[in-house]
């Protein structure tokens, strides 16, 4: 028993070292994103709470979006169209376009007041 305790709290924090999320959310970043802190934003809304970022990576618009069908799903997100996704009552939208050096990610989570 002890042996799979050890082994899951090492799993744990190997898990938390190389997981990056953007600030108090649990919305994933790719190794090497670039958040642009000048288009960031967070305010509350009568029904809840909205956030938003944007950030860059020398990725592909097809590897981001391969990384964020993944990563999403693995944390319960469950895609509604190509750039949208639904868990319980949050939302989150991602527009992603190619750049002159990679790609550039626009992010607005909503979700209602908890």
Not at 11 to 18: A, F, K, P
């Given at each position: 028993m002890m042996k799979y305790l050890c082994a899951f709290c090492l799993?744990?924090?190997?898990?938390?070292?190389?997981a990056?999320?953007?600030g108090e959310t649990d919305i994933p970043l790719m190794d090497g994103m670039?958040?642009?802190e000048a288009e960031t934003f967070s305010f509350d809304v009568p029904a809840g709470q909205i956030t938003g970022f944007t950030v860059t990576t020398q990725k592909t618009p097809q590897?981001?979006?391969?990384?964020?069908?993944?990563?999403?799903?693995?944390?319960?997100?469950?895609?509604?169209?190509?750039?949208r996704y639904q868990r319980d009552q949050d939302e989150l939208v991602l527009q992603?376009?190619?750049?002159?050096?990679?790609?550039?990610?626009k992010v607005q989570y909503s979700f209602p007041n908890r």
């Open positions: 799993l744990i924090s190997t898990i938390s070292v190389h990056e999320f953007f670039q958040v642009n590897e981001v979006r391969e990384f964020y069908q993944t990563a999403l799903e693995e944390l319960g997100w469950q895609q509604k169209s190509s750039s992603i376009t190619p750049a002159k050096h990679g790609t550039v990610v």
